[in-house]
């Protein structure tokens, strides 16, 4: 089943077009990798299926209700003179859910991020990479359908980014929402996706398409195998290729 | 050492300018109506101090009524701008001709408003005047930095307007409002001694009054005493709102 489908989408902007026509669907569960250059379209179209922004042109279906959509931005995003435990609650609370059991709900994916015991911390006393965890717990606080990931790691340092790409898959193995992720790293787009889409320089369209073998959550060691070796070598080709179009 | 010097280099090069001063009248045998020596600045304070800490204290308490009510109207005002785009667009030239009038100019037509008996009123009214605009721009600036994606997420949730004001857009305004309150208490001040000169009225009795009444009886020291008095109290009034802000901003950040 479709969680939510981009067809024949053009966004055109002022300054020209910046994405499509492009053609995607997410089915329900999937992980799907967004790959391509700066300034292809990449955030556009997660926005797109958010339900934040409008296209153009073509058409946005999408199956999750109000609440059901989760996204996490490049930036943690957080507000600073909230507790990470307010932060985490707040789509609770926008959605009416008492303040007792928000604060449980809260709690709970804090702690299923890592961070039992930061509750009461505020951003400022968070590292980066905590941050991005509390970020991360307030967007699987809901326990969305889609869940959607706007170049979320770009900002950390490698041990930090890998430890929280398989963070990530952790967290999807419980619930299973759909995730749509952008990255400008190829290897992490081949690591956590089922599917990396590579779009072309913008406005983007699709320059290919490659479903990655293996499981989710990935095994020890999945790096290594030349499974993974071959596909990031056929996301990077596509790239450069689309570059190059 | 060093910071012990550091700290107290204002204060040295106060002693000294007023050493200079009092030798410079002594020594040129300057008219005590012209420039009257520190010293004679010195008996002339504690002469009247009763007198001028009340006078500072009218001064005072007009300028922070002031500021209390520029607050409401200011922030009120900047909550509908930010609510309603057409609001803002009508608010905000209006506000920009109450920052650009000199509160001098507006003084008589204010005296005239509040009428005669009650110039008090003219006076708060004026100083609202001048502290009304910093706390305003910062109030509708602040309300505007709420971080982009933080506005998309609450989009995403579905909050509705007054949700968002205050939940998201008042709290990431708190930074602006500390600094627009700051601003506009030392504004409020200044405002209130204006208007009493433009009162100039002998039912004024505030701080300004007490210069000119000085000046009228050519009391030049009792003028700069009065001055003195003005002053020490605008320093306290900043220091107290410097330190406001820092613990403010310190509760709002958790750090």
Known sequence: ?245 | MRRLAYHLAPFALTAVLLLAWEIACRALDVPAYFLPPPSAVAVALAEHFPTLLAAAWRTLSTALIALVLASLVAQALALLTALSPLLDRAIRPLASVVQVTPVIALAPLVLIWAGLDHPERALVALALVVAFFPIFSGAAAGLRSADPDLERLFDLYGASPWRRVLRLRLPAAVPFLLEGHKVGAGLALIGAVVAEFGAGSGQVTGLAWQILDAGNKLQTARMIAALVVLGVMGVALHAALERLERVGLKWWRGR
């Not at chain 1, 026509?21 to 299926?49: F, H, Q, Y």
């Not at chain 1, 779009?199 to 499981?215: K, Q, S, Y």
């Not at chain 1, 030349?226 to 990031?232: E, S, V």
């Open chain 1, 1 to 245: 089943m479709t969680v939510a489908a981009l067809s024949k989408v053009e966004v055109r902007y002022p300054r020209g077009p910046a994405l499509g026509p492009l053609d995607l669907a997410i089915g329900e569960g999937e992980v799907v990798a967004l790959v391509g250059p700066s300034g292809c379209g990449k955030s556009t179209a997660l926005r797109l299926l958010a339900g934040l922004e409008a296209p153009t042109a073509g058409e946005v279906v999408r199956a999750p209700r109000r609440g059901e959509t989760a996204v996490v931005f490049q930036a943690p995003t957080l507000a600073p003179w909230l507790s990470a435990r307010a932060n985490v609650a707040l789509p609770l609370e926008l959605a009416g859910v008492p303040a007792a059991e928000a604060r449980k709900r809260a709690d709970a994916a804090l702690d299923r991020v890592g961070l039992a015991g930061a509750e009461a911390a505020r951003p400022a006393q968070l590292s980066g990479g905590m941050a991005m965890r509390v970020s991360l717990a307030r967007a699987l606080v809901t326990e969305p359908r889609l869940l959607l990931l706007d170049e979320p790691f770009a900002a950390l340092d490698e041990i930090t980014r890998r430890a929280l790409a398989d963070d990530v898959l952790g967290l999807w193995a419980a619930t299973r929402p759909a995730i749509v992720f952008v990255t400008h790293n190829v290897e992490e787009a081949a690591y956590m996706a089922s599917r990396v889409v590579v779009l072309t320089r913008g406005p983007g369209r699709i320059a290919g398409e490659f479903a990655i073998e293996g499981d989710l959550p990935r095994p020890a060691g999945f790096r290594l195998t030349p499974g993974f070796r071959q596909a990031a070598e056929a996301v990077s080709a596509a790239l450069a290729e689309g570059i190059g179009a």
